[in-house]
């Protein structure tokens, strides 16, 4: 099971994104746990993630979090997140994990 941080802002921008996350996951038998925080949270839950993700709203805070974290960060691609596009964001996730 693999286990999915997201950061932004204040960790609600992102709720819906994680439910369209979920919902691909689910349809892929991809086993993974979704949840979504704020940036200054970042070390202690990315701490035994897999990977972490930051919203584009937050992008700027990718060098920081990696400092913070011993997982891959990534910056959510600004038009999959503004789509709240599920499906392409798990596959990134994927791609990066080679999953």
Do not use: H
């Not at 011993?70 to 999953?99: F, N, Q, T, W």
């Amino acid at each position: 099971m693999r286990k999915i941080v997201l950061l932004c802002a204040a960790g609600m921008s992102t709720s819906a994104l994680v439910k369209k996350m979920q919902a691909a996951a689910e349809a892929e038998n991809y086993a993974c746990d979704i949840a979504a925080y704020p940036v200054a949270e970042a070390k202690v839950r990315g701490e035994d993630a897999d990977i972490v993700l930051l919203g584009p709203q937050v992008r700027f805070n990718v060098e920081k979090v990696r400092q913070q974290v011993s997982c891959p960060v990534e910056a959510i691609e600004m038009r999959a997140y503004g789509m709240m596009d599920g499906k392409a964001v798990i596959k990134r996730v994927k791609e990066v994990l080679k999953d």
